[in-house]
């Protein structure tokens, strides 16, 4: 995907002028990846739809892909992030307005994403396959343009709270689904759609939100459903043009969740007030501000004193999305690297021709289809919560697929920048803004300790979800040497309690790799799990990308993966 490819400039063999003479003709240069279809050039993609339940959607998801693909798809994704939000605190009369201006191109991403019901299609459509469908839709759209994924993500993952308070889901839950954007800066009485964003952490603690200063007055008699006032801040809000936040603050009984919208009911704008904007290194296209609280009016949603629990449905989801959105990142620098070598000869021979390349290329591979796998594994569980399986599965394997496959995104990004070489390096290449983004999805939505820690407690607090989990990647059992042998010292050191905490990483990193093993063994090609289960189940004394054990089908994985793009 670059930005731009401009047609050679036309000279005059024929003139005199020794300054118009040609000096070179530009030769052994890639097309550019865009005019494709990332739905039918993504085999993984198209064969893990089918078996998690999504076959239904096909032709949707075909279409979606095409749009993907387009040219002028990826060239909103470069002007999003080339033109950075801009915050006005007041308009030319003196007014306090709070506006956040946002490129033309992040708003047609927006309408894109809205459109194709990528912020409510698991919620309007329910039914077997939906979570897949809609994971496999983000998985592309992802790839184009990652930062305005932040407030479709929001917007999707916050109805399971709201609805949580029928009075307020009554008000505002047809607006969060409706397949239309409205970005405007008015009440939401005045609006048909709208998105909804999250404010938990604040300075003094962060991931620890319990510590949170941010105070809740009760207006009249307080409790669920009815009014306060917040006084305070939050230091983390992204997307601060939402129509309204989730938002936890101390009320009388204890932390509490509250719906707090940009507009006041008599029309007059809410007193929260952006501070600054954030000055990321990447995700540049997506707003992220500092707030204070000014007596800003919000309606309690759930019980009182419980709004880490009201609001942790909301965090699962955001922590899934977050998942998508690395396996795109992870397909997406995968697909640039193998379809630059592809078409790239060095020595005399085409890079994906020559042994070494073959091995990187091949393990990055590897790396896509597992986390794609994976994650649209556990989006067959949300499909399905109404079965104990499917249920405990998804408790687990959330917090462990959070940490690991938003692990593996950075170190991957770069690997996929060196198999561009020097012109990966430049901004007019999609790969920089890979590379800034990898981070992203590993620290928002808790950090990889937090979700280390969440795993300890889901097995603390429920042990069957070990059970599921383990019954699950058993069903590899018998199919390779190495993975049985993985999974029996995985088994063994899940029973030692001893210092389980300071393990913590070591054991999710390996449930992980169970997980990915298992799925590939039973549903991907012999070249692929072969490969997987030699360079993650055994070690062979490296680290980086590129260290296949020799006898892995190289040139079939490549040719599983690679883009067709003449």
């Not at 739809?49 to 693909?69: I, P, Q, V």
């Not at 707030?291 to 709004?307: D, F, N, P, Q, S």
């Not at 193998?338 to 590897?366: E, I, K, S, T």
């Not at 820690?453 to 069957?464: C, M, S």
């Amino acid at each position: 995907m670059n930005a731009h490819q401009p047609e050679p400039d036309a000279v005059n063999e024929d003139s005199a002028d020794p300054y118009l003479a040609v000096t070179h003709e530009v030769v052994n240069q890639p097309p550019a990846l865009e005019n494709y279809n990332l739905f039918e050039q993504d085999q993984a993609l198209k064969e893990a739809t089918e078996r998690e339940g999504a076959k239904w959607a096909t032709a949707d998801l075909t279409s979606f892909g095409e749009l993907a693909g387009a040219r002028e798809t990826i060239e909103l994704g470069f002007r999003a992030n080339e033109n950075k939000p801009v915050f006005h605190t007041h308009d030319r009369f003196g007014y306090r307005i709070d506006q956040v201006e946002f490129h033309p191109a992040y708003h047609q991403l927006m309408s894109i994403a809205i459109e194709n019901g990528l912020h409510s299609s698991p919620w309007t459509h329910p039914g077997a396959g939906a979570h897949v469908a809609r994971a496999a839709k983000y998985y592309m759209h992802s790839q184009v343009e990652a930062g305005h994924g932040c407030p479709i993500t929001m917007t999707f993952a916050a109805m399971p709270s709201i609805t949580r308070q029928p009075e307020l889901a009554a008000q505002w839950a047809d607006k969060m689904l409706a397949n239309h954007y409205d970005p405007r800066n008015v009440p939401d009485a005045d609006k048909a759609s709208v998105t909804i964003g999250m404010a938990m952490t604040e300075k003094q603690g962060g991931t620890d939100v319990r510590a949170n200063s941010t105070r809740a007055y009760p207006t009249a008699q307080g409790g669920p459903g009815q009014a306060y006032e917040l006084v305070g801040h939050k230091w983390f809000v992204s997307a601060p043009m939402c129509d309204a936040f989730l938002v936890l603050a101390q009320a009388p009984g204890g932390l509490s969740c509250f719906l707090m919208p940009r507009w006041r009911p008599d029309r007059t704008k809410n007193p929260w007030q952006i501070q600054r904007l954030k000055n990321k290194m990447g995700n540049a296209s997506n707003a992220s501000s500092e707030v204070e609280l000014r007596g800003a009016l919000a309606w309690m949603v759930g019980e009182e004193g419980r709004g880490v629990p009201t609001i942790i449905e909301m965090v699962a989801m955001t922590r899934f999305d977050c998942m998508i959105g690395s396996s795109g990142g992870l397909r997406q620098a995968s697909a640039q690297a193998l379809h630059h070598c592809r078409h790239r000869q060095v020595f005399g021979r085409n890079l994906n021709d020559q042994p070494l390349m073959q091995n990187v290329l091949a393990d990055l591979a590897l790396e896509s289809e597992a986390a794609l796998a994976y994650t649209l594994r556990v989006a067959r569980a949300l499909d399905n919560q109404h079965l104990e399986h499917e249920r405990l599965l998804a408790r687990l394997a959330t917090p462990v697929g959070k940490y690991w496959i938003c692990k593996r995104v950075p170190n991957h990004a770069y690997e996929a920048m060196e198999c561009i070489g020097g012109s990966g390096v430049m901004e007019d290449c999609i790969m920089p803004r890979l590379f800034r983004e990898s981070p992203v999805n590993a620290i928002w939505e808790g950090s990889g300790n937090v979700q280390c820690l969440d795993t300890l407690r889901a097995l603390n607090k429920a042990p069957e979800v070990l059970t599921t989990f383990v019954t699950e990647v058993n069903e590899a059992r018998g199919s390779d040497v190495r993975f049985d042998h993985f999974i029996d010292r995985l088994e063994k050191d899940l029973t030692e309690p001893d210092q389980i905490e300071y393990r913590a990483r070591n054991l999710v990193e390996r449930l992980a790799l169970a997980m990915q093993a298992s799925l590939l063994i039973r549903n991907s090609t012999p070249a692929v799990a072969d490969g997987f289960c030699a360079s993650r189940l055994e070690h062979h004394g490296g680290l980086n990308y590129g260290n296949l054990p020799v006898g892995i089908d190289v040139r079939a994985i490549i040719e599983r993966a690679t883009p067709v793009v003449n």
